[in-house]
């Protein structure tokens, strides 16, 4: 089947990546010359375990192909899928510009049937607005050109992505078109070959679980956060109430760790855009969902606060190693990473840091630019030397079983502030560690 991809992002590269996977001829379209100019010299622009191998390898039996054409793209792929950025816009709406902007582009340049397939994670009713606006480049053509569109969002977890797609939990495709339903069965078939894992919906039933998704998930984590904030409070181990909850098989063990906050790409940007669209287009308020944000927000300060709740409010020439700066293992993504908010407390406070991360490095340099007060080491042990603390921020395996004698050594004072909670606190602290956790 020939495939085209809009867009080369997290989405758009696994998506393609993995369609070729399975033997579709797929073009991926980027407006972005120096993305397209890495992708076809064999790298890729993003850290995804298994990812670059499976672009290599497709690249080179002749089914992955990348353009920057908009004509060739849209003439190439009887599907197209729409996999651009949404970015929040100042009010924490979707930005739809660039998802309007694709569809504009296949109306105005199909010659034939197309199934537009919207991948991205966008409101409900984008659909319709993406059905709209390919009607009306066909109306200025003149034409009558057949077509349907789809709503068919992404459920990748940044540093499973490629699993996630090539074993997918389910499948949503919402659509009333037989012709594009009876493509999307197809296309998919290779994916789930031991069950049916496909659900078919209407357009606007799929837009929202997405968000519905994304925000329980969110929903989740900032309940398990407060409880952890209160449970310091009241000499509880937040730990044995997760094991004691989790049990419980209509709650589950999924998504109750706490920390110090979500970041990424779609949770805190999906928990906004759905809480303005109920208040734009349905006129409500949804109050969960707006302490679930409120709360998030406030627990990416947590790990500032406990340090300045040990060491005092005026940091001034204390220094701090940090481990972990991406939002999450196995990524190298920076977009509203607990780190950016932890370092920015230290800075304000007048300490310095020294930060590890094994593969976002170099983007946590570019999100923070150079400041004289941040520098980078090379290794996790190097972060430590003449540290007056070890802050954990991102649960990296290899920050699971560290040399506790060497930390101390290098440590000004045996303290560890971790936001993930690594480690078993009656060890840690047997060794002789002020061992500060989150709800332990």
């Known amino acids: 089947m020939k495939i085209t991809v ?112 919207d991948k991205s994670t966008v409101p409900v009713g984008t659909a319709d607005r993406v059905h709209a606006a390919i009607a009306d480049e066909l109306r200025q053509r003149g034409v009558q050109t057949p077509y349907a569109v789809v709503s068919n969002p992404e459920f990748l977890k940044e540093g499973a992505a490629v699993e996630d797609f090539m074993r997918p939990d389910r499948i949503i495709v919402g659509t009333s078109d ?29 837009e929202l679980t997405k968000y519905a998704a994304n925000a329980m998930l969110a929903t989740r984590i900032s309940f398990m956060n407060e409880l952890a904030n209160l449970a310091e409070k009241l000499g509880a181990d937040i730990e044995m109430v997760r094991q004691g909850i989790g049990s419980d098989p209509r709650i589950g063990y999924h998504f109750l760790y706490p920390g110090c906050g979500y970041g990424g790409s779609c949770f805190p940007k999906d928990v906004k855009a759905l809480i303005k669209t109920a208040a734009g287009e349905a006129g409500l308020e949804l109050q969960v969902l707006t302490a679930v944000e409120a709360s998030n927000d406030a627990q990416k300060h947590v790990l500032g606060r406990k340090i300045k709740q040990r060491l005092g409010d005026d940091l001034t020439g204390r220094h701090f190693a940090v481990w972990g700066l991406a939002f999450k293992p196995n990524t190298d993504d920076m977009r509203e990473a607990p780190s950016l908010e932890l370092i920015a407390d230290l800075l304000a406070a007048g300490a310095t840091v020294t930060a590890y991360d094994p593969v976002a490095m170099h983007e946590a340099q570019r999100v923070l630019g150079e400041q004289p007060s941040i520098r980078y080491a090379q290794t996790p042990n190097d972060a430590l030397e003449g540290a007056d603390a070890l802050v954990i921020v991102t649960e990296w395996k290899e920050f699971r079983s560290p040399d506790f004698d060497l930390i101390k050594a290098r440590l000004k004072q045996p303290l560890i502030v971790d936001g993930r909670n690594l ?12 061992y500060l956790a989150i709800g332990r």
């Open 6 to 117: 809009v867009g080369t992002g997290y989405v758009g590269l696994v998506s393609g990546a993995c369609l070729a996977e399975v033997g579709n001829d797929v073009l991926c379209l980027d407006l972005d010359v120096e993305k397209i100019r890495v992708l076809e010299a064999g790298g890729i622009p993003i850290f995804e375990p298994g990812l670059q191998e499976m672009v290599q390898r497709n690249v080179a039996a002749g089914r992955l192909h990348f353009t920057t054409d908009v004509a060739r793209a849209v003439q190439h792929g009887t599907i197209q899928f729409i996999a651009v950025g949404t970015p929040p816009g100042e009010d924490g709406s979707a930005d739809m510009q660039y998802v309007l902007a694709a569809a504009r582009n296949i109306g105005r340049l199909m010659t034939d049937y197309k199934v537009v397939v």
């Open 178 to 206: 037989e012709q594009a339903i009876l493509l999307m069965r197809a296309l998919y078939a290779p994916f789930q070959r031991n069950r049916e894992r496909l659900i078919v919906t209407d357009a606007r039933s799929a």
């Open 423 to 434: 480690y078993d606190p009656a060890l840690v602290r047997g060794q002789g560690f002020d």
